[in-house]
């Protein structure tokens, strides 16, 4: 398997073996041990699929009681999916680092609690599998709105579009007025 790592070191970017041959191909999402070894070592609790039409934006989302790594793995099409720092102690507070992944390319993202995530679906319909070393908890949930000055995440949105947004993400609140990460304590909840 080979590790990217990005601007963030504890983000990664996996890209596994795919053994291709005239039937299709086949690959490990998920293998235990190799995962413990790159340093992925939570017990994942939940799997979620999200299907998603051109254009839909999901995020910043984020929970500070039972926080979520989440292992993520585009099935089918192609996203932008973004990664920001919200560990008030750490020297990338407030920054985020983005990639693109899709299904042809079978990588997988890895991101760490203490970290908010979200995601734009760049094709006309867009699968998302994605692991969570949390349970869902959603009182829990926080919500940062995507175009936040302060992030200025630069989501490749055509220019004369505007996303698709659930009513939650239209609610969105800034990085500033934003509950976050205080202590690393809160991350083994």
């Known amino acids: 398997m ?4 990005s ?6 970017l996996l890209s596994p073996e795919v053994f291709i041959d005239r039937r299709g191909f086949f690959m490990e999402t998920w293998n235990r041990r190799i995962f413990e070894e790159i340093g992925i070592g939570p017990d994942f609790f939940q799997d979620n699929l999200s299907g998603s039409s051109y254009l839909t934006l999901r995020g910043i989302h984020y929970q ?8 993520i ?13 919200l560990r008030s102690w750490s020297k990338n507070f407030g920054r985020w680092t983005g990639f693109h992944l899709k299904a042809c390319n079978k990588q997988i993202l890895w991101i760490p609690p203490g970290f908010g995530h979200g ?3 760049l094709s006309e319909t867009t699968e998302v ?6 349970y869902y908890n959603p009182e829990s949930e ?3 709105i995507w175009n936040d000055e302060q992030l200025a995440i630069e989501w490749p949105i055509p220019e004369g ?3 698709v947004l659930s009513e939650k993400d239209m609610r969105g609140k800034t990085l500033e007025e934003s509950e976050i990460f205080t202590s690393p304590s809160q991350l083994s909840q």
């Open 2 to 5: 080979k590790i990217e790592r």
């Open 7 to 12: 601007i963030m070191p504890e983000i990664m």
């Open 64 to 71: 500070l009681k039972h926080p979520q790594g989440k292992l």
């Open 73 to 85: 793995r585009v099935a089918y099409g192609e996203v932008f999916d973004v990664a920001v720092d």
């Open 119 to 121: 995601f734009l679906a």
């Open 129 to 134: 599998n994605y692991k969570c070393s949390a």
């Open 142 to 144: 926080q919500c940062i």
């Open 161 to 163: 579009l505007s996303p």
